[in-house]
Structure formats: structure tokens, C-alpha cells
């Protein structure tokens, strides 16, 4: 046999069967969330940024919104205070106060032992008179702009001007006398002084106390109002931005296991963007709610108070003065108006729950010097008790300590100090809660849009996969 011959296996047999291997095709595996190369795939990864978007939209939203609605809070409380019922408290004072003084020019005159001597200090009242009188145009002039309590400030312009008429009366027929004795002016004049001291007491003070209470209480509800928005505003912003970091950190960690890779920088920052804002938010509200509270606890309730006792005072003042150029018929409601408010002053100067710490020294000077005027009235009373009438007008008018003119003046002075402290207390307290939150309108809006943009950036390169 040759070696071109070939075996052939016996007739009848089975050829044998050889085991092969066949390779298949090599598969990529899938992700364990799949890959989607369909529609779902780009679908819910579109589902996801739209919603982000969503979310950090609304985050903007209530951070811009609730800056803006806060900030406009304070503003509005400041002004209600520094123009509108501050102004009134002092248009309450200044015309308690031109009272005084308009009755102080009838008290001086000729000494009753010697007509040569001129006992008593008119110019003072005089030019203090002029003083109050230019203050309450001006402080009429500024409430003349609101036009919600214009009608007032219009009944107090009539008012004021049968005022003046009446007591520019008075003036003018007591100087036509100019030999007459201290504290016995003409009847006439002592009539129309009178006359116009019940336009001030049933007229002028009561609207000017109205006014004073209507700006009060607006004040008061501007600040409560400035105090929950910021904390409504805090609380939403702290739960819109807690739903829009969980969503941006699940999405992170499904965007991690569907593609393999630790971290989609984007989302990193715009996570850290999103919680940069809401922290800083909630904390800046809550600031301004606390800046706001603080306002009206050492601010604004203080002053108020203070406020009240220096009108009051001038008041007490006004009935003193009258009471001395008065007959005894009228001096005996003289004397009982000066009574009563000063059963109100001796509450109103009481600094328990009103003072701090620091602030009680000041309350404690504005007593002592409120002791000296009580000391004056006192010996004032007593002096005309006693007939001593010229002495009487000597205390009554001139300036020096001892005399009423000076240590009310000296009290009242005292007093406004310590309530303009107050005062700039309630404005730095208000204007902190306005400046915790400057700049606001802009950073969120300026840090949640660039986040967003980092948002579409972060899936753009996921889309691409998917072509």
C-alpha cells in the first residue's frame, strides 16, 4: 500500500464524531442598572435634570422672594418709626410743651413791693415758645404725607390755628399792661389763656395722642409681621433646600452606579452649591428674625414707654403753669390734671422690664432730675400758698437750680436723651435685620444659576453616550 492510500473505515460503521468547540461572540456586560440604548434611557436621565432644574429653581425662587419680602419688612418698620411715630411723639411733647410756655409768658411781671423790679423770666418762655411752635409745623408738615390719617393732621391744623389765635390774644391784651403786678395778669387774658388751654386739652392733645398710638401700633405690627415672615421664609427655604440636596445626592449616587464613576464633578458642585445656599439663607433669616426681636425688646418698647412719660411730663408741666396764672376756680382742675399725670409719671420711669443692665444708670439720672421738678412744684405751691407770689414767679420762671423753668428743662432734656438711646437701639437693632440680608436678590440667584447651567453641563456627556 502506497502512502496515497487512505484507511476507509468497514462498511456499515458509524464515522466517529469529533467534539468541537465553537467560540461565541464575546458580549459586553451590562451595567447592573443597564445602559439603556432605547429611549428610556435618555428619557430618565432627561426626567432627572428637569426635576433638579425644578428644585433649584425653587430654591431660587424662595431665597430671592423671601430676601426681598423680609428686607421690605424692615424697611417699612424702620420708617414707621424714625418718620411717622417718632414725628407724632414729638408733635405730643411740643404741644404740651408750647402750653407751658405760652402760659410761663403771663406768669412775670411787676414785683408787688416795688414796682421798679421785674420779677420773673419772660423771654425764656418766649423764645422757648417759638422754638415748640416751629416744631410742631414741621412735625405737622412730615404726617401731613401720610394720607391714611391726613384728616387728623387737617383737624390739627384747625385746631392749632383757633389755638394761636386765642393765646396770640391773650399776649397781646397782657401787654398792654405792662405795669401789672407778677402772676396777676389782666382777666381777659387769663380768660382767653383759658380758652385756648381747653383747644390744647380737648382738641390738639387728644388727636396728637391719637396719632401717636395709631403709629405705635402700626410699628408694632410691622415688627411682628418683619419677625414671622423671616422665620416662615427661613423654615421654607430649609425644606426646599433639603428636598433639592436629597434629590441631587440620590441622583449622584444613581448616576455612580448606572455609569461607573465615583463622582460627576457638576453635580458635586452644584450640590455644594445648593446646600452653600440654603444654610447660609436659614441662617441669615433667622439672624434678621432675631435682629427684629431684639429691635422691639430693647428698642422699641423702652422708647415707646419713654416716649410716653416725656409727653406726659410736658403735660404735667402745661397744668402747672396754667394752674399758677389761673384763677382759684380753674386751678383747682389745674391741679387735679397735674396729679394725675403724675401718678403717670411714676410708672411710666419705672425701668423694671424696660431697662438693661446698662441702661439702668440712665433711668436712675432721669429719676433724680424728675425728683429736683417734683422739689420745685412743691416749693412753687407752697410759696402761693403763702401769698409770697413774686418768690413764687421767681421758681416758676427763671432759670437756675432750683426754679421749675430750668429742672424741667433739665429733666426733659435728660429724659429725651435717654429715649433717643432707645431709639437709635430700636434703628441699629432694625437696620442689622435689613443688612444681614444684603446682597441676597443677587447671590442665590447668581450661585442656583450657575448651578443649573452645571446641571445641563453634568448630563451633556451622559447624553452623548447614548448616540
Known sequence: MTTSQVTRPPAGSQPPV?????????????????????????????????TALVLLAALCAVAVVGAVSVRSDTADLRDAVNQRAAVAAQLRFALADLDAQRADTLAPGRSATDDQVEVGNQLVALITAQQRRAEVSEALRQLGADRGNSGTVGDLLNSLGRY????????????QQPDRTAGHPPTRAVAMNVQAGQIMQNELLPKATHLAAVYQKEAAGLESTAHDAAMRWALVIGVVGALALVFLLWWQWEMATDYRRLFNPALVVTT???????????????????????????????????????????????????????????????????????????????????????????????????????????????????????????????????????????????????????????DSSAKGAHDDLAGWPLVPAGALGVAGLLVLLGVRSRFAEYR
Open 272 to 426: 455644594a452649591a445648593a446646600l452653600a445656599v440654603t444654610i447660609a439663607g436659614t441662617v441669615a433669616l433667622t439672624s434678621s428674625a432675631d435682629a427684629v426681636a431684639t429691635a422691639n425688646r430693647e428698642g422699641l418698647r423702652p422708647w415707646s414707654r419713654l416716649a410716653e412719660a416725656r409727653a406726659v411730663a410736658a403735660q404735667a408741666a402745661a397744668s402747672e403753669s396754667r394752674w399758677f396764672v389761673h384763677d382759684a376756680a380753674y386751678g383747682v382742675a389745674d391741679t387735679a390734671q397735674f396729679d394725675g399725670y403724675v401718678k403717670q409719671l411714676d410708672t411710666l420711669l419705672r425701668p423694671n422690664g424696660y431697662a438693661t443692665t446698662a441702661e439702668r444708670p440712665g433711668y436712675g439720672d432721669v429719676l433724680t432730675r424728675y425728683g429736683h421738678f417734683r422739689d420745685d412744684d412743691t416749693k412753687l405751691r407752697s410759696l402761693k400758698g403763702q401769698g409770697r407770689t413774686d418768690e413764687a414767679a421767681v421758681v416758676l420762671t427763671n432759670v437756675g437750680r432750683g426754679d421749675v423753668a430750668f429742672d424741667f428743662w433739665d429733666f426733659a432734656t435728660t429724659l429725651d436723651a435717654l429715649a433717643g438711646r432707645q431709639l437709635a437701639d430700636f
Open 18 to 50: 469529533v467534539a468541537v468547540t465553537v467560540r461565541q461572540p464575546e458580549t459586553i456586560r451590562a451595567p447592573r442598572r443597564g445602559l439603556r440604548r432605547g429611549k428610556a434611557g435618555p428619557r430618565r436621565l432627561g426626567t432627572r435634570a428637569v
Open 164 to 175: 394761636d389765635d386765642l393765646s396770640g390774644r391773650a399776649a397781646y391784651v397782657d401787654e
